[in-house]
């Protein structure tokens, strides 16, 4: 099992910028498909990108266009890039180390302990 650990959240005005991270304590490099997902207060944990051991990504609707997953297989580390936020997008946002399959990600057991991301003027 993978240990993770989330860094980068934070306060931001909407229309701001924030860059998360997800360290992984081994490699991924070719075991491990990634994804972010987020959970508000009172809401489903929901997916929010996922990116394969290749490279591909998927996207919700709710957050194409704006947000970008990539991943470091040197550094055994995925990124969430998130721009012109919402307040929306208040959540902690959390990493998991799954497969996607067949244009469906499933998650893993190997869960972050989560980033704050506040989208607030």
């Known amino acids: 099992q993978v240990q993770l650990v989330e860094s980068g959240g934070g306060l931001v005005q909407p229309g701001g910028s924030l860059r998360l991270s997800c360290a992984a304590s081994?490699?991924?490099?070719?075991?491990?498909?990634m994804a972010w997902f987020r959970q508000a207060p009172g809401r489903q944990r929901e997916l929010v990108a996922a990116?394969?051991?290749?490279?591909?990504?998927n996207y919700a609707d709710s957050v194409k266009a704006r947000f970008t997953a990539n991943r470091d297989n040197a550094k055994n580390t995925v990124y969430l890039q998130m721009n012109s936020l919402k307040p929306e997008d208040t959540a902690v946002y959390l990493c998991?180390?799954?497969?996607?399959?067949?244009?469906?990600?499933?998650?893993?057991?190997?869960w972050g302990q989560g980033t704050q991301v506040t989208v607030s003027s």
């Open positions: 081994r490699s991924i490099l070719s075991t491990y498909d």
């Open positions: 998991n180390a799954g497969t996607y399959y067949s244009n469906q990600y499933y998650p893993g057991n190997s």
């Open positions: 990116i394969t051991r290749g490279g591909s990504t």
